[in-house]
């Protein structure tokens, strides 16, 4: 009797063992952590100059320019001390912010960007620009970036006039000034007629960076 009812609890604990492996399934292989998708290795353009070649440049301004730019400015103003600035710098933000800005607007205007220009430019001997911001280093050189687009297999810096329509900058300042242009009886680019900037247009040009002397823990 004794040993029926071992047989019997032997048997029910069988039963439940597996209903319990039925009711779990079958156990499925415990999932590998994924690795993290590799970024696209991006390669050095063209353009990149080793640290020598960067210094020798440095110096060839040194030399060859800088001089002549010091003895200028105490021509024209022999009471002051005047160093000339080596370099102008713009927040690693504030450029994102900048080519984000000009793609929206080219896009807007339906055209591509070819390529940004660095004009040379020098501050005037006054306080403030035009608009009114301070002018920080007042005579120094310093750049202004312009985006530029291809028109008819030549390539010119454009701006956004206030229709949304990309428009030549030199049809809108010429060769004597704002306002005037230095066009008249050339070709016109198929919708980049000759116009005059005017409210409502969009300048696309970047300045106001800062402009420095020489830093001399670089070279």
Same mark, same amino acid.
């Given at each position: ?8 609890? =032997?048997?029910?604990?069988?039963? %439940?063992?597996?209903?319990? =492996? ?41 030399? #060859? ?56 430019? #020098? ?42 329509? =990309? ?22 680019? =198929? ?14 040009? %970047?300045?106001?960076? #800062? ?9």
């Amino acid at each position: 009797m004794k040993n029926n009812r071992k047989v019997a609890i =032997a048997f029910l604990g069988t039963v %439940l063992l597996f209903m319990g =492996a039925c009711q779990q399934g079958p156990k499925k292989d415990e999932p590998k952590d994924s690795e993290p998708p590799q970024e696209e290795k991006i390669s050095p353009p063209e353009g990149i100059i080793s640290l020598e070649e960067s210094k020798s440049l440095y110096d060839n301004y040194t030399r #060859n320019r800088v001089g002549m730019i010091e003895k200028y400015e105490m021509e024209q103003y022999p009471d002051e001390k005047y160093v000339p600035s080596r370099f102008t710098s713009f927040t690693y933000e504030d450029i994102k912010q900048y080519m984000a800005y000009i793609e929206q607007e080219a896009k807007g205007a339906n055209v591509e960007i070819s390529s940004l220009r660095f004009y040379f430019a #020098n501050y005037p001997n006054n306080e403030h620009f035009p608009d009114g911001k301070k002018i920080v280093h007042p005579r120094q050189n310093s750049i202004f970036i312009v985006p530029a687009i291809m028109v008819d297999g030549e390539e010119h810096g454009f701006y956004i006039g206030a229709d949304g329509q =990309a428009k030549l900058i030199k049809n809108a300042v010429g060769t004597k000034g704002m306002g005037h242009n230095s066009n008249a009886g050339e070709k016109s680019y =198929a919708s980049f007629a000759p116009t005059l900037f005017q409210s409502g247009d969009k300048s696309l040009d %970047l300045n106001h960076g #800062n402009s420095s002397p020489p830093p001399y823990t670089d070279f």
